[in-house]
Structures are given as C-alpha cells and as structure tokens.
C-alpha cells in the first residue's frame, strides 16, 4: 500500500516562498508519474504540475515560471518550490501518485491511483 504524506504548508506573505515535500511512504512499488494538484475553498481541485520518472515536468499556466518541481526517486519524495507566492495560490496542496507501468503519460486525475492528505497553503498579508 502506497500512502502519500505532504508537508511544508503554512502561511506566507504575498510574493514569498514556500517548498512542499511529498514522501511516498510504505512504497515498494515503482512511481511512474508524481503530480501536485490544489483545490481552493468553493472550487474544483485543478492540476498544479506532473514530474515523470524521467523527470520531464510541465506546469499548469498559472504557475509556469513561479512553481518548480523536483523529485528523489531513491527516497520516494517529490517537492513543490513556490515563488511568488500570489493569494490566488491559497488552496490545500495535494500530492498525487502514479503507479502504472513506466513511460505511460498522466493526464487525468484518474491517472493517480494514489492521493495525500493535503496541505494548507494560505497567501495573505
């Protein structure tokens, strides 16, 4: 059973940083894709970035040159560097985990058999 934990929400001033970290705990499985989603209070949950087991990333628009995501394969951990910070990026940050066969690209959010708890993450002065 693979179990995602996140950590390193908190509050930040706008224009501030803050780095996530997901540790995929209980996993001897191979990962194949990680992925950062978030969901804002009265909105859907929306895709924040993907990390492939090749390390190709891609970036939701709204944060492409802001965000950067990272991950230690040996140590099953993914992170989340935000810059920037905007209050428009307040939301719980989930991490989402893919255990299919290798090299198979993840889309959906359906593509994630495995999902976090989440972490607060609240912009504000």
């Known amino acids: 059973q693979v179990q995602p934990v996140e950590s390193g929400g908190g509050l930040v001033q706008p224009g501030g940083s803050l780095r996530l970290s997901c540790v995929a705990g209980?996993?001897?499985?191979?990962?194949?894709?990680m992925g950062w989603y978030r969901q804002a209070p009265g909105k859907q949950r929306e895709w924040v970035a993907t990390?492939?087991?090749?390390?190709?990333?891609a970036y939701a628009d709204s944060v492409r040159g802001r965000f950067t995501v990272s991950r230690n394969t040996a140590k099953n951990t993914m992170y989340l560097q935000m810059n920037s910070l905007k209050p428009e990026d307040t939301a719980v940050y989930y991490c989402?985990?893919?255990?299919?066969?290798?090299?198979?690209?993840?889309?959906?959010?359906?593509?994630?058999?495995?999902w976090g708890q989440g972490t607060q993450v609240t912009v504000s002065s």
């Open positions: 989402a985990l893919d255990v299919r066969q290798m090299g198979v690209p993840a889309s959906f959010e359906r593509d994630y058999e495995y």
């Open positions: 209980g996993s001897d499985v191979s990962i194949n894709n």
């Open positions: 990390i492939t087991s090749n390390s190709n990333t």
